[in-house]
């Protein structure tokens, strides 16, 4: 996951704790706590301690997990107020906004476990891009063409991952483009071509889906974490830890 500098608040001092914080030089937890935190994250927090350059975050503890699988996959009651005090530790540090149209902030929403388990679990990556962050995006990186790449490779991650979207479909559209404009390549695709392959990528998916494709980062977070804590029990993944 990625988040905060500062522990969350508590509603009383006996209250789990669910959420566990790391960067800028500081961290909740330590290469001791894989059990709690994670490999991947036991080691970041460790990481951030010693004061090597990670980017901050934060971590949702096995605990959660736990919690999620044995209550209907629901979260306890404080998880997203608690998050929600992790990500503004994560903008403090990083000096930006999730969520931002001028200059936004995106997550990495990634997997974790006791024992790496590589490939296995789901990961989302750029999350926070919409249509209008994505123009922010394009405006502080001066790249246009990278920002609108960006943007459909989060839209067809995300919508493969969350949404549950086929991503062959994606990749059907993808190709049709490059052979109506007599190019081989990702890299021959102008900003123009991203923009309108954005725009046939979400067509799919509300056709496919009957919704939109949800514009909401906070809505696209919960999206995230969600599909990959159910990526937990997917065939692939009971099958690697039974072998």
């Given at each position: 996951?990625?988040?905060?500098?500062?522990?969350?608040?508590?509603?009383?001092?006996?209250q789990k704790k669910w959420i566990y914080s790391f960067g800028g030089g500081t961290a909740d937890g330590d290469a001791g706590?894989?059990?709690?935190?994670?490999?991947?994250?036991?080691?970041?927090?460790?990481?951030?301690?010693?004061?090597?350059?990670?980017?901050?975050?934060?971590?949702?503890?096995?605990?959660?997990?736990?919690?999620?699988?044995?209550?209907?996959?629901?979260?306890?009651?404080?998880?997203?107020?608690?998050?929600?005090?992790?990500?503004?530790?994560?903008?403090?540090?990083?000096?930006?906004?999730?969520?931002?149209?001028?200059?936004?902030?995106?997550?990495?929403?990634?997997?974790?476990?006791?024992?790496?388990?590589?490939?296995?679990m789901d990961t989302v990556l750029n999350l926070g891009l919409n249509d209008k962050t994505v123009e922010g995006l394009a405006?502080?990186?001066?790249?246009?063409?990278?920002?609108?790449?960006?943007?459909?490779?989060?839209?067809?991650?995300?919508?493969?991952?969350?949404?549950?979207?086929?991503?062959?479909?994606?990749?059907?559209?993808?190709?049709?483009?490059?052979?109506?404009?007599?190019?081989?390549?990702?890299?021959?695709v102008t900003a123009e071509g991203w923009k309108e392959i954005v725009g046939n990528y979400k067509k799919i998916i509300q056709?496919?889906?009957?919704?939109?494709?949800?514009?909401?980062?906070?809505?696209?977070?919960?999206?995230?974490?969600?599909?990959?804590?159910?990526?937990?029990?997917?065939?692939?993944?009971?099958?690697?830890?039974?072998?």
């Open positions: 996951m990625t988040a905060a500098l500062r522990a969350p608040k508590t509603s009383s001092q006996n706590m894989k059990n709690l935190l994670g490999g991947k994250g036991a080691n970041l927090a460790e990481m951030s301690k010693i004061g090597l350059p990670v980017p901050p975050g934060f971590i949702l503890s096995t605990e959660v997990c736990t919690h999620f699988y044995q209550n209907n996959n629901t979260y306890p009651e404080s998880l997203k107020d608690d998050a929600k005090a992790a990500l503004a530790g994560i903008e403090k540090i990083m000096g930006l906004k999730f969520g931002d149209t001028a200059n936004p902030l995106l997550l990495s929403i990634r997997s974790g476990a006791r024992v790496s388990m590589p490939g296995m405006a502080v990186s001066a790249d246009a063409r990278f920002a609108w790449d960006s943007y459909r490779r989060f839209i067809q991650m995300y919508s493969n991952v969350v949404l549950d979207v086929e991503h062959h479909l994606f990749e059907d559209i993808l190709d049709g483009y490059k052979r109506d404009e007599k190019i081989t390549l990702d890299t021959q056709e496919e889906t009957g919704k939109p494709f949800p514009q909401d980062p906070i809505e696209q977070l919960w999206g995230a974490i969600s599909a990959v804590f159910n990526s937990w029990m997917t065939p692939r993944a009971m099958t690697y830890r039974k072998l």
